[in-house]
């Protein structure tokens, strides 16, 4: 790409059911948008008007429908539902039906999305990142070896070949909430994701640990991608930009209030009962030079990959307000 920024479409399945957010992602092709990421939720965070589609199936159709956006998870987790195996399995499918197009984005994972679908018992921190350490290094090598016997702590094969994969391995982007994560980041990640919103404290100490990582491992931290999902709530109307936040009021609940919660009845409860404060979460505004202004901040700290998440039922009103207005700005 000749343009520094790529500007992407966060396809919001947990709001949307599969067929819809397929349309709404191609209109983000369509509009100029460079990327489409979606998360893999087994369980959306609302169960009265929640979706929850699988996300390597979605991706499969989206390619179908479109013809440049590159695409990818944003995140999956490889070590639960998904066995590292058919992770790599499937992105090499992914990868061969549409070159150059598909990154794979990862993360530790939430008890609300493995627990109720598998009957586990939820491991802690340490446990995860191991496992999600593991799964990277068993993916990659299934995408440049082959008769692979691997043998580790938590995931073994014993001679397994992906047969359809793609010439170059794909970049693999790791998500990261915390220091320590953000350190795993630049010991093993070829890319970062995080998201927009939080505490401006957070995201610098959170790019120095990935940077620890990366040199202590002899890696240039400049070289490793950075994405974040920006949420932005931009429109003509300020309040109802401001009324769009609501149905995401989970996302304004604090740590310990959404902890161990993996009903999505029970989340709705709470996030209903905090839903004046779910804006506060996103970029809130009418004017499209203080929307560039504030997403401007995460580019100035080094984010380069901007995946736009737009909080509205109306996503065709956020798609073509944002074109018109904030994204000449950007680019």
């Not at 073994?156 to 994969?165: G, I, K, N, S």
């Not at 970049?171 to 890319?191: E, M, N, Q, S, T």
């Not at 604090?254 to 804006?279: N, T, Y």
Request: aromatic share 10%; net charge negative.
């Amino acid at each position: 790409m000749t343009d520094p920024l790529r500007l992407g479409y966060k396809a919001s399945a947990e709001q949307f059911a599969p067929r819809a957010l397929v349309d709404f992602a191609v209109e983000a092709e369509r509009i100029g948008l460079d990327a489409v990421a979606i998360s893999d939720h087994f369980q959306p965070w609302r169960h009265s008007n929640g979706h929850a589609p699988y996300s390597l199936a979605w991706l499969a159709a989206l390619g179908e429908r479109t013809e440049r956006v590159v695409m990818g998870t944003s995140v999956l987790t490889p070590t639960f539902r998904h066995h590292p195996s058919i992770v790599a399995q499937a992105f090499g499918t992914l990868a061969c039906l549409n070159p150059g197009r598909v990154f794979l984005g990862i993360g530790g994972g939430e008890a609300m999305n493995e627990r109720p679908a598998l009957g586990i018992d939820w491991p802690r921190f340490k446990e995860r990142s191991a496992r999600l350490a593991e799964s990277v290094e068993l993916i990659r090598r299934l995408w440049s070896d082959e008769r692979v016997t691997f043998e580790g702590d938590y995931y073994e094969t014993v001679l397994a070949t992906v047969y359809d994969r793609p010439p170059e391995p794909l970049p693999i982007y790791i998500a990261a909430g915390g220091p320590k994560a953000a350190k795993l980041v630049g010991r093993l990640g070829d890319g970062f994701i995080c998201t927009s919103g939080k505490d401006p404290a957070l995201y610098e100490s959170l790019l120095a640990a990935l940077a620890d990582g990366a040199e202590e491992e002899g890696r240039d931290p400049g070289a490793i991608h950075k994405m974040i999902e920006v949420k932005l709530s931009y429109d003509h109307d300020v309040n109802y930009a401001r009324a769009a936040c609501e149905w995401w009021g989970a996302l304004a609940l604090p740590g310990e209030a959404k902890s161990g919660i993996e009903d999505p009845v029970e989340l709705e409860r709470l996030a209903d009962e905090g839903k004046d404060r779910a804006h506060t979460r996103f970029i809130v505004t009418n004017d499209p030079e203080e929307a560039v202004e504030k997403i401007g901040t995460y580019v100035d700290l080094g984010f380069s990959e901007l995946i736009f998440h737009f909080p509205g039922e109306d996503q065709s009103r956020a798609l073509e307000q944002f074109a018109a207005d904030v994204m000449p700005r950007l680019r």
